[in-house]
T-cell receptor
Framework: AQSVAQPEDQVNVAEGNPLTVKCTYS??????LFWYVQYPNRGLQFLLK??????LVKGSYGFEAEFNKSQTSFHLKKPSALVSDSALYFC?????????????FGSGTRLSIRP | DTAVSQTPKYLVTQMGNDKSIKCEQN?????MYWYKQDSKKFLKIMFS???????INETVPNRFSPKSPDKAHLNLHINSLELGDSAVYFC????????????FGPGTRLTVT
């Protein structure tokens, strides 16, 4: 069965510093991986995805993520954090061999950027 | 020009009542979803429809019944509301290809008293 884990409930970073939000997954075969962001009282917004090809994918708002098959990870990164990046971040995985289009979301990581 | 819209945004009701939440998407997507986000922000899929056909039906009490009158609409009806149903309910849509991301509505905050 597919699963996804976000080991950190909260990540605190100073503005201007690099940030990393961790995600690991478990799925048979090659996964489809996604990152979403949720601002307070809003729905989730898509940031980026890995389907195939280059392991480093770039997305919205300067975020990027690296797919690492050997470590079954898909960590979200940004070289220089902004206060406006403070939000709840969800990693998600979809089994490409599943007959139904079901995405499994991680438990979320709250990112807090201090000025 | 809202992509995925939900009504109402807030819903406060008493235990035992029946209520509905409506969702509409104007993106031309084939697939629509209902998710429940609990107080700890954990997000869980409830249902998914593809071209009006139910394709995902998670372990959800049968008090919850989705209805898709056409592929642009997916409504959620809840009978005999319970305190534990209090949560934020999100509608989402995506193109049929499973490589595609989902587009979420703004959410409906349901409070059962």
């Amino acid at each position: 069965a597919q699963s996804v884990a976000q080991p950190e409930d909260q990540v605190n970073v100073a503005e201007g510093n690099p940030l990393t939000v961790k995600c690991t997954y478990s799925v048979s075969g090659n996964p489809y991986l996604f990152w979403y962001v949720q601002y307070p009282n809003r729905g989730l917004q898509f940031l980026l995805k890995y389907i195939t090809g280059d392991n480093l994918v770039k997305g919205s708002y300067g975020f990027e993520a690296e797919f690492n098959k050997s470590q079954t990870s898909f960590h979200l990164k940004k070289p220089s954090a902004l206060v406006s990046d403070s939000a709840l971040y969800f990693c998600a995985v979809r089994d490409p061999y599943s007959s139904a289009s079901k995405i499994i979301f991680g438990s979320g990581t709250r990112l807090s950027i201090r000025p | 020009d809202t992509a995925v819209s939900q009504t109402p945004k807030y819903l406060v009701t008493q235990m035992g009542n029946d209520k509905s939440i409506k969702c509409e998407q104007n993106l031309g997507h084939d697939t629509m979803y209902w998710y429940k986000q609990d107080s700890k922000k954990f997000l869980k899929i409830m249902f998914s429809y593809n071209n009006k056909e139910l394709i995902i039906n998670e372990t959800v009490p049968n008090r919850f019944s989705p209805k898709s009158p056409d592929k642009a609409h997916l409504n959620l009806h809840i009978n005999s509301l319970e305190l534990g149903d209090s949560a934020v309910y999100f509608c989402a849509s995506s193109p049929g290809d499973r490589t595609n991301e989902q587009y979420f509505g703004p959410g409906t905050r349901l409070t059962v008293t």
